[in-house]
């Protein structure tokens, strides 16, 4: 395997190990999004700061999940462009 071979897999295992991270991040933020309601509690039923809270973690979810699609897309694209 030639240098730029192997500079291209590097380039693909960084940016899936990207990707993965990016995902656990994810996968958090909506759990800490839900968290307020485990146990059955309504959503009626939570203090304005818990409903607040709720807001802002579900943003950064969306945030956290805009991001994710963008290093996916270049996943994506190093994966075209990697050696056949």
Same mark, same amino acid.
């Given at each position: 395997m030639n240098y730029e071979t192997a500079e291209t897999y590097l380039d693909i295992y960084r940016q899936q190990a990207s990707v993965a991270a990016q995902s656990c991040g994810f996968i958090r933020d909506i759990y800490t999004t839900a968290a307020p309601l485990e146990g059955g509690q309504k959503l009626g039923e939570l203090k304005p700061a818990q409903v607040d809270a709720m807001i802002a973690n579900g943003q950064? #979810?969306? #945030?956290?999940?805009?991001?994710?699609?963008?290093?996916?897309?270049?996943? #994506?694209?190093l994966y075209e462009r990697a050696p056949k």
């Open positions: 950064q #979810a969306i #945030a956290d999940l805009q991001y994710l699609r963008d290093l996916s897309e270049s996943l #994506a694209r």
